[in-house]
C-alpha cells in the first residue's frame, strides 16, 4: 500500500545512530558498492550464474536489500564476453558511466580479459551502455587479466588517475604464480593505459599460496597521508582473505619499493562468528558522511577448494561492516560479524504455538516442520527509523510483511511498497508483557494478530482478548535488539 501523508510513519522515541553490520544481499560476489553524488548508492557484483551484470541502487545502505536488480548487460552467445563475467565495478569518470569487468571466450573460458561499459545518461541503471572493448596491459600472455578498478591519486596535485588489475605474471617474473597485482596510469580514454604496467605484489606469504598462489581484486582507500591497496590471496574458499599494500603520501605509485605489504592478513575467516573465506571487497561511507564501511563477500561455512570447486558454490554473499582506524592512521577493520541467530515466535498467552511461513502464508502452528519454517531473524528494519524486520530463516531476503491485512512471507523484491509493509515497530506486548509487532503502513493501532484458523493478520486491537492475540515472545530471547533500534516501547 501506498503511505499517505497521514498514515506518516511515527518518529522514534530517540535518536539512535545506524550501525551497519552482517549480511545485505545473497548470492552476490566481489561485491562493489559505491555513493554518487546524486545521493544514490549504487550495488554491483559477480552472479553465481556468471552470465551478466547487474545493478541495484538505494537512498541507503540498508535499502540496497531490497532494492529492485536491474541487468544491464548480458553475455555473448559466441566470441569474446561470452564466459566468466566476474567482478563488475562500476565508476563515474569525466560525467559518464563505466563498468570495468573480466570475461571469458566462448572457445576458452579461461582466456580471460578486462572489459569495459560506457554509459552517457544520469541514471546507470537506465542509460544505454555501449561496449568500449577490451583492456591491452601489454604484458606478455594477456589471456589471465581480471578484477579492474580505477582510482585518483587525491594526493597527487595532478590527480592522477591510475588502473589496478590483476594478472598473470610472465613465466619469467614469477612462476608458478597464478595472479599478482599490477598499476599503470590510465590513457586519454578511461579504458586505455598508458606507459608499462608495474607488478606492486605477488603472493610470497604463506597465507597467500593456500592451494593456489593468488594475489588479486585490487581496491584503494586513500586516508591519513597514506594509500592502503587491500587485495585477496589464497582460493576462493576458507583459506580467502584480505592482504593490504601501503603508500605513504606523496609516494611515486609506480615504484614497487613505494608498497609495503602487510606481513599478515587484515581479514579473514573466523570460526567464532561462524564466518568464512572474506574478500574481494570495496569500501564506502555510510550515511552519516563519516562512518567507513567495509564491503566484502564471505560464506557462513567451512569448506576447501580441493573438496569441491568453490567456482560452483553459489553462497558467497555480499556482506557490510563498519571499520574503525588504528592511533598509527593505519584500518582497523577486525573480524566479519556474526549474523543474527535465529529466533522463533511464540504466542505470549499459548506458548505451544509459534508463528511460521506455510505455503508462504504466516500462520500459528504447534508443531513446525520443518522447523526452519518457523524461525526467524530479527534485523534492522528495511524502513530503517527505528524499526525492525523478520527474516525469514531458511529463506534469505524473504521477510514477514504485511500485504493487504494479511501476514505472508514474501521476496524482498516483489512489491514496489516492500520496504514499508515488511517494517515494524517493536512494542512491549500489549498484553503487559512479551512484545507486539506494530504495522508502519497504517495510522498507529493495527498489529501482528491472530485470526480465524490461526492465520497471522495486521488487525486493530482495541479489547484486552484482542490485545492477547497480538503479544508474542521471543524464543529465545535476542541477547540485544538489532543494531539502530531503540527497545520496544509502549504505543
Known sequence: MQQSQANAVPAP???????????LIQQRADSQIMKHTDGYYYFTGTVP???????RRAKTLTGLASAPETVIWRHHATGEMANHIWAPELHFINGKWYVYFAAGRSSDSWDIRMYVLEG???????????????IHTGIADEKFALDASTFVDEYDAKKTRYLIWTQRPPAEVANPTNTSIYIAKMGAHPWEITGTPVLISAPTYDWEIQRYRVNEGPTVLQRNGRTFLTYSASATD????????????????????????????????DAATGQYGPGHNSFVVAEDGKTDILVYHDRDYSFKDEDRSALDDVNRRTRIQPFTWNADGTPNFGVPVADPAPVKLRMHASPELSVRHYEYRARLDTAVSPAEDGQFRLVPGLAEGGTVSLESANFPHYYLRDDNGEAWVRDATSHEDFV???????????????????AIGYPAGRYLHRGPDNL???????????????????????????????APRLP
Do not use: H
Open 13 to 23: 522515541t530517540a535518536s539512535v545512530p545506524t550501525v551497519y553490520a552482517g549480511t
Open 49 to 55: 550464474e556468471y552470465d551478466r551484470i547487474v545493478l
Open 120 to 134: 552517457a545518461g544520469a541514471n546507470p541503471l537506465t542509460t544505454t551502455w555501449t561496449e568500449k572493448g577490451a
Open 238 to 269: 576458507t583459506r580467502y582473505c584480505l592482504g593490504m599494500l601501503t603508500a605513504g603520501k606523496g609516494a611515486d605509485l609506480l615504484d614497487p619499493k613505494s608498497w609495503a605489504k602487510s606481513p599478515d592478513p587484515v581479514f579473514k575467516s
Open 420 to 438: 514499508t509493509g515488511a517494517s515494524f515497530f517493536l512494542r512491549r506486548g500489549l498484553s503487559g508483557s512479551g512484545v507486539s509487532f506494530e
Open 456 to 486: 497471522l493478520y495486521f488487525d486493530k486491537v482495541t479489547s484486552a482478548t484482542d490485545k492477547a492475540q497480538a503479544t508474542f515472545d521471543f524464543d529465545p530471547a535476542p541477547a540485544a535488539l538489532p543494531a539502530g533500534n531503540p
